[in-house]
């Protein structure tokens, strides 16, 4: 029996309609432009609104304002209005979030070490297509 | 000095279009729909192109064979064209793609175990909206 009867024969491990959607939304919410950059930064302590925007740099208002927001419904951040004059609001992980954090954490930190290799791995594929 | 003026006076760890831009393409295309399943498909053994497609699900042709090119090109799997009667074409992943995958994996099966915790700060977040 060849393996490719073996595979066929069993139902797919990810029907996408079954299984992975419900998951799939977090993880592009955590692995999102800014989702990423916002949780690594806030690993370090909270930030106020202005601050986390100026550490980030070149995200809009608006953008990270959605972020945010997607990122405290998901449990992951916590969102902390402090009733003085002017508005003061906090934003820090939970504890589900500090556990995304590290994860994304790792998987962006390997990027960043290995992006050398995979710039060479680059070169050497278009120089392939282009020499067949 | 307040600790908005440090970050303010400092440039922006995060500024884009220097540093983020390189590795953000990578970390998409490893957290892509396609990509996600096809590393962590691969860590068990090479696949053909159609066992592939069946092992995954619900992909159509062109996505996948998409998904795969960009992973090519970024060096971590490996496409292996046998000169053989009929076609035959074997898909793996290099060690480079090893580490990715197993960074991904994590990432997935994190949110996955989580997915309860989600969807229960959803409802909570939810609620609290609707009746502010």
Redesign the interface.
Known sequence: MA??DV??ATT??????EQ?C???L???H??S?WG??VLIELMERPY?F??LR?????VSEKMLTQTLQTL?????IHRDAQPVIPPRVDYSLTD?GR??AE??R???L???D??G??????V???ARKSGS
């Open positions: 393996v490719s595979v066929s797919s491990k990810y029907d996408i309609g992975m419900p998951y799939r977090v993880l592009e955590v692995t432009r990423v950059l106020r202005s601050e100026r550490a980030i740099g070149r405290e419904r998901d449990g992951l589900l556990e995304a994860q994304v790792g998987l962006a390997w990027t960043k290995r992006m290799d995979v710039q060479k791995a680059r050497a594929y278009d």
